[in-house]
């Protein structure tokens, strides 16, 4: 069995990966969508599973953002409450997956000197920031000028840490996923092959310079400037760089022979390149799954007209409610015009109807180009994608 529930998650992602058998069923939770997701949509999803099967076997977080942790981090929040008052947990979590320098720079904070540091953070004259910080004193942050997303996936550490959640074990020393680190496909799925496709190394190395730029303003009592992810304004659009997005773990899962792509809010082309990478797909060759989630919402910034011709699909998810105009026409064009031009019938799966979704299907009738969207109901907690009985 093989199944993807897609959780409204309005402008955000969660996805609930459903495997194993039906007398048996196992579950992994992909990312949890922004603000309010979890108490109003994913909270009863989750209820809805029998109670003796109402465990999750992983929480996988793609990146730090908003609108894919928000859901997680008040998850967690919950069943912490729950554990310290005794009570029954709403589910169980056997191990988070996620790309956190936390651990791995705390850990080192307790038993390094200041010296240790400056070759760590790139900074200076941190002992008395590292004083207060063994004493559990917290330092003034100008909260302006800290990353919100490297907020979240130090808070994110710290909740897995109330419940005594393992972090992304089996993976190398230091405990970071990547395209390269990962056993292919990762072992303990019963039933189940997982394929790291993303992030890559050199992605991760740029997220490691967004994180100590972070923990350097966390020691310093006096405000340090930190670069931020500004959204693009220009009318072409250019391929995303934000570090944050570009370190997303993008998956691969197969099951009974079929196939579903989680991107994350990965680039397309990074994608094409792990899965070259893993020897999936060849130069100049195609590759095919049966469900594809759009990276980044369906934003044009991180697609291309290649990708569409390379990675194909018979039905592509698009979780968006037109937040930042995703998913943007440009992409839904070249989706369609490349399945068109392939002869290959597909379905465009939604959570919920855009401009730009009516736009498309103005402008590229679905019977003369041989698609069709499939829209959740409004009002609806989540819609379920069968993929392998």
């Excluded at 004083?131 to 917290?138: L, M, T, W």
């Excluded at 002869?343 to 590229?364: F, H, Q």
Aim: with cysteine; hydrophobic share 40%.
């Amino acid at each position: 069995m093989l199944n993807l529930r897609i959780v409204q998650a309005q402008h955000g992602d969660c996805f609930l990966l459903e495997y194993g058998s039906r007398e048996s069923p196992k579950y992994i939770l992909v990312d949890g969508g922004p603000a309010d997701v979890y108490q109003v949509h994913l909270k009863p999803v989750l209820q809805d599973i029998p109670r003796k099967h109402r465990s999750l076997e992983r929480v996988i977080l793609s990146h730090v953002d908003d609108d894919h942790i928000n859901g997680i981090l008040d998850m967690l929040a919950e069943l912490s409450l729950q554990h310290q008052r005794r009570r029954a947990p709403t589910v169980g979590v056997q191990e988070l997956w996620h790309n956190t320098f936390s651990t791995i720079v705390e850990r080192d904070l307790r038993g390094l000197k200041a010296e240790r540091l400056d070759l760590l953070c790139g900074v200076r004259d941190l002992a008395p920031g590292l004083a207060s910080f063994e004493q559990g004193r917290a330092m003034p942050v100008d909260t302006g000028a800290t990353p919100r997303s490297i907020d979240q996936g130090h808070d994110l550490t710290g909740e897995a840490g109330n419940l005594n959640l393992p972090i992304n074990t089996g993976f190398r020393p230091g405990r970071l996923i990547s395209a390269e680190s990962a056993p292919r496909p990762v072992p303990e799925f019963e039933g189940l092959s997982l394929f790291i496709v993303g992030p890559s190394d050199q992605n991760l190395e740029k997220l490691q310079t967004k994180w100590n730029a972070w923990l350097a303003q966390k020691l310093r009592a006096a405000p340090k400037d930190v670069e931020r992810d500004v959204p693009e304004e220009e009318p072409v659009p250019r391929p995303d760089d934000s570090v944050f997005n570009l370190s997303s773990i993008m998956l691969l899962v197969e099951a009974d022979g079929k196939r579903i792509l989680l991107t994350g809010d990965g680039l397309g082309e990074h994608l094409i390149e792990g899965l070259e990478q893993a020897g999936m797909l060849l130069p100049g060759a195609t590759f095919h799954v049966d469900i594809l989630k759009l990276p980044h919402h369906g934003s044009a910034r991180n697609v291309s007209r290649e990708f569409f011709w390379r990675v194909t699909a018979d039905r592509y998810v698009i979780s968006a409610n037109g937040k930042h105009d995703n998913p943007d026409l440009l992409t839904l064009k070249w989706l369609v015009d490349a399945a068109s031009n392939q002869r290959r019938p597909i379905e465009i799966v939604i959570t919920n109807w855009t401009r730009s979704i009516c736009e498309l299907m103005r402008l590229r009738d679905p019977e003369q180009y041989g698609y069709r969207v499939v829209a959740m109901d409004p009002g609806d907690h989540s819609m379920l994608l069968r993929v392998a009985e």
